[in-house]
């Protein structure tokens, strides 16, 4: 599965495949806006599901879970561009990916206390700081993001091949653990209009082996129904 996820995005898929290749021309960086895309709604969502708890009328233990998940998710993609996206920038161009690193840092920090404030849910206040930190994290990870998207990506863009390029994309799915995955993929789906489901789905199939993306592509059918799924099957039949 890890090599799977590694071929995913790797820079042969784009010399390779030209249908992915023309998807992205711009580079295949762009394909963060699927994730982002995802993480930024799912944080939305944890915002407004902690204000219904802090106001008394949302489920607690929903929200946890919740919680669990969008911050596992933010967790690992934070951790791929870490791990490949930043190094790779600040190798080159000394400073300039700093400012994206300490977001991550104070988003961990957020998290944290957020985590610690969830022990503690029977506290006066403690619901209420939980939605105030929820809103928090949405807003400062949905600008960041933006920013990703915006300035980082163009200024790779224009100083990195699309050999690094692509290197850099597979370092960063190195980090995904196969679990993930299994449940991000849908959940990508899940967050996804249909112009961009559409592109998710004919990148994944141009780059990956039939095997998983058939895998894959049952288990976001699953997720959708039939309705939603019926323009995607489609879209790669
Ligand atoms: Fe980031
Ligand atoms: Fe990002």
Not at 22 to 50: K, S, Y
Not at 137 to 155: G, N, Q, T, Y
């Amino acid at each position: 599965m890890i090599v799977t996820v590694m071929d995913y995005w790797n820079y042969i898929a784009y010399v390779e495949k030209p249908g992915i290749f023309q998807l992205f021309m711009a580079g295949p960086l762009r394909a963060l806006v699927f994730i982002h895309t995802a993480l930024r709604n799912e944080l939305n969502e944890l915002a407004e599901d902690a204000r219904l708890v802090a106001n008394g009328s949302g489920d607690l233990t929903a929200l946890k879970e919740r919680f669990d998940w969008a911050t596992y998710a933010l967790h690992y993609h934070a951790a791929g561009e870490d791990a490949a996206l930043f190094p790779a920038v600040e190798a080159k161009h000394p400073g300039v990916a700093m400012t994206f690193d300490d977001d991550h840092r104070t988003d961990d920090e957020l998290v944290a206390s957020m985590e610690d404030f969830f022990t503690k849910t029977d506290e006066d206040g403690a619901l209420e700081t939980l939605a105030q930190l929820a809103e928090r994290l949405a807003d400062r990870a949905s600008l960041h993001m933006d920013k990703e998207e915006r300035l980082l990506v163009p200024f790779v863009e224009e100083h990195f091949n699309m050999e690094e390029q692509g290197a850099i994309l597979g370092g960063m799915m190195q980090v995904f653990p196969p679990e993930f995955m299994v449940k991000g993929v849908p959940w990508v789906f899940s967050h996804l209009d249909n112009g961009l489901q559409i592109s998710y789905a004919t990148a994944l199939k141009a780059a990956m082996p039939p095997e998983p993306f058939a895998m894959h592509m049952s288990n976001v059918e699953q997720r959708l129904g039939p309705d939603a799924w019926a323009p995607i099957a489609a879209a790669i039949a």
